[in-house]
């Protein structure tokens, strides 16, 4: 869609007037008013009149951009290209996080590989500055020949991971049990293209091929759904709505085909026993 200055001057005021009439409300961003580049100088560019932004990594540096605003629950939804070819060694980070020791985040991870091999979804919950709770797995499609879109819905109940509105997987909220949970740190989102061929690809046993730089992500169609209060409290719908019928069996589908590293069955790395959320399988 295209804006005149004056047009999109109305997008944004019709925006606004949403925003403060109702304790939901659903926006489509623009790069330009909603974000910043933080790193990487010009490998990051804004296009399109701020429809469209990519990152670039070459062998002097990535890049990276970070929201102006923080979110407490909502759901983020954004469109990525991957890095097309040879992208072992690399990652494409998309992520919300809070600041400080003790932060919280809600990490996508794309690892790159070999031509021809698949990309590998990483994905990561942290409270409390404590991560380790990792679920990676395989795309059911080719990520670097159209745009597709991975989804964060976030609620005082869960944390809900999708591609393409299909979800991946669900973390709830099992304080009840003793584990915390991100309900309190307001977080920005943040997006990095950055090279981690001493772990990303095979272990780190593939190295970044330089001679294929520079590598590029591009972004599109970011859009926020979130509650104005930060309580998340004025809308009961917002709170309590779960994954209805479809959404499970999609959700086992994707688990049973298409996870390949789940941090609950890791038994030789918690040698001491489980973590506490994985004893109940309803907080997976």
Sequence with gaps: MAFSSNGFSMFVL??????????????????????????GGKRAKIFRAGQLLS?????????????????LFG?????????AGNSAGTVTAYYLSSQGPTHDEIDFEFLGNLSGDP????????????????QQFYLWFDPTRNFHTYSVIWKPQHIIFLVDNTPIRVFKNAESIGVPFPKSQPMKIYSSLWNADNWATRGGLVKTDWSKAPFTAYYRNFKVT???????SSDSTWQTNELDAHGRRRLRWVQKYFMIYNYCSDLKRFPGGLPSECKRSRFL
């Excluded at 759901?75 to 890095?83: A, E, F």
């Design 14 to 39: 019709v925006c606004l007037v949403v925003i403060s009439s109702l304790s939901v409300a659903t926006c489509a961003g623009n790069f330009y008013q909603d974000f910043d580049i933080t790193w």
């Design 55 to 71: 990152l670039s990594l070459d062998p002097v540096s990535g890049s990276g951009f970070q929201s102006k605003k923080e979110y």
């Design 75 to 83: 759901r983020i939804d954004m469109q990525l290209k991957l890095v």
């Design 119 to 134: 990309y590998i979804l990483h994905t990561n919950v942290f409270t409390q500055g404590k991560g380790n709770r990792e």
């Design 226 to 232: 979130a509650s104005t209060s930060t309580s998340a």
